[in-house]
């Protein structure tokens, strides 16, 4: 069942007419409301296009934390195959927040690392809702390490709202976790390619997403901080969060203009949400795009590239 966002709510009372229709015809083989079914399912892909055209950075984040969206297990298992997870941080425990380890991309051995959200009500509370704690960030820092010691590609798949906020986070280091993890971003020598797939929130994104090529969908968003969470601080009044989207310029577009965001991936028609199977298709082929361009490259020039994408940042602005 489709679950639809406050702005859609016109498009959900035309789909669901439709619905309707076809139910009853199933009840009553003697109705025939195929026709009218029909100009209803084309009134809805006409205001769909409608509705998705001309989309406002609020919208975007309805629709980058949209509970249907494709999640990182979602990708990991229509994309990679020989997926062997590794767990913990060798420290302390292991966090359900983030999920990784070695498989295949198109036969190419990788070592993929994301934040799961979870699907359903307890998945959630198991992954902390993609709210990762210190011990996931170092679990991540020990799979790059490995990845770098055999020289495996990683491939990061950033979908969170920001790291843990918790009181036994904070006694645990988070802020030096997120820290060393973003180092370590920075250190290896092997390609590292982020895809932001729906929600890329504070430090906690940017630890895992300080890489070699930044991509991201089309309707994602990547910021220093929530919309809610800037109203509050600026004006006070996290109702203005509307007024806080626009001002961050998180979109993949706003990004892909300033330099932070390489490569911008289409969605389906109405968001990913809609067609995961085409989401996850067009990740996939935008991953493999971007690993051959490292192809044959050495670590050293791997890590200058990376070095030098990240002190450009901002020179934009400044010769403007």
Same mark, same amino acid.
């Given at each position: 069942?489709?679950?639809?966002?406050?702005?859609?709510?016109?498009?959900?009372?035309?789909?669901?007419?439709?619905?309707?229709?076809?139910?009853?015809?199933?009840?009553?083989?003697?109705?025939?409301?195929?026709?009218?079914?029909?100009?209803?399912?084309?009134?809805?892909?006409?205001?769909?296009?409608?509705?998705?055209?001309?989309?406002?950075?609020?919208?975007?984040?309805?629709?980058?934390?949209?509970?249907?969206?494709?999640?990182?297990?979602?990708?990991?298992?229509?994309?990679?195959?020989?997926?062997?997870?590794?767990?913990?941080?060798?420290?302390?425990?292991?966090?359900?927040?983030?999920?990784? +380890? *070695?498989?295949?991309?198109?036969?190419?051995?990788?070592? %993929?690392?994301?934040?799961?959200?979870?699907?359903?009500?307890?998945?959630?509370?198991?992954?902390?809702?993609?709210?990762?704690?210190?011990?996931?960030?170092?679990?991540?820092?020990?799979?790059?390490?490995?990845?770098?010691?055999?020289?495996?590609?990683?491939?990061?798949?950033?979908?969170?709202?920001?790291?843990?906020?918790?009181?036994?986070?904070?006694?645990?280091?988070?802020?030096?976790? *997120?820290?060393?993890?973003?180092?370590?971003?920075?250190?290896?020598?092997?390609?590292? %390619?982020?895809? *932001?797939?729906?929600?890329?929130?504070?430090?906690?994104?940017?630890?895992?997403?300080?890489?070699?090529?930044?991509?991201?969908?089309?309707?994602?968003?990547?910021?220093?901080?929530?919309?809610?969470?800037?109203?509050?601080?600026?004006?006070?009044?996290?109702?203005?969060?509307?007024?806080?989207?626009?001002?961050?310029?998180?979109?993949?577009?706003?990004?892909?203009?300033?330099?932070?965001?390489? %490569?911008?991936?289409?969605?389906?028609?109405?968001?990913?949400?809609?067609?995961?199977?085409?989401?996850?298709?067009?990740?996939?082929?935008?991953?493999?795009?971007?690993?051959?361009?490292?192809?044959?490259?050495?670590?050293?020039?791997?890590?200058?590239?990376?070095?030098?994408?990240?002190?450009?940042? +901002?020179?934009?602005?400044?010769?403007?």
């Amino acid at each position: 069942m489709i679950q639809y966002l406050e702005f859609e709510k016109p498009l959900a009372e035309i789909e669901g007419k439709a619905e309707e229709l076809r139910a009853m015809a199933r009840d009553n083989e003697d109705m025939d409301i195929e026709k009218e079914a029909l100009a209803l399912d084309k009134k809805a892909v006409d205001l769909l296009d409608k509705l998705y055209k001309d989309l406002t950075p609020w919208r975007k984040c309805q629709i980058a934390r949209h509970p249907d969206r494709p999640h990182c297990q979602d990708y990991i298992e229509a994309l990679f195959t020989e997926y062997t997870p590794l767990a913990g941080d060798r420290n302390f425990a292991d966090d359900h927040a983030v999920m990784g +380890g *070695i498989a295949r991309l198109d036969g190419r051995p990788v070592m %993929v690392i994301g934040h799961e959200k979870g699907n359903d009500t307890k998945s959630r509370i198991e992954r902390n809702f993609g709210m990762a704690r210190p011990e996931g960030y170092r679990k991540a820092i020990r799979l790059m390490e490995l990845a770098n010691r055999f020289g495996l590609p990683v491939i990061t798949l950033v979908d969170t709202p920001g790291a843990y906020p918790g009181k036994g986070a904070e006694e645990r280091g988070q802020s030096e976790a *997120i820290a060393r993890s973003t180092e370590k971003c920075l250190e290896i020598g092997v390609p590292l %390619v982020s895809v *932001i797939i729906g929600e890329g929130g504070s430090g906690g994104a940017v630890a895992f997403a300080s890489a070699n090529s930044v991509v991201m969908l089309e309707h994602s968003v990547y910021s220093v901080i929530s919309p809610e969470g800037c109203a509050s601080i600026l004006w006070k009044d996290g109702g203005k969060m509307r007024e806080a989207a626009e001002a961050l310029r998180l979109t993949a577009q706003n990004l892909k203009e300033l330099g932070v965001c390489d %490569v911008v991936i289409p969605e389906p028609r109405g968001g990913a949400q809609r067609d995961k199977a085409a989401a996850i298709k067009s990740v996939g082929d935008a991953l493999i795009k971007q690993l051959a361009t490292f192809d044959g490259k050495k670590p050293d020039a791997i890590r200058k590239a990376r070095r030098a994408k990240y002190l450009a940042l +901002g020179s934009k602005g400044l010769a403007a």
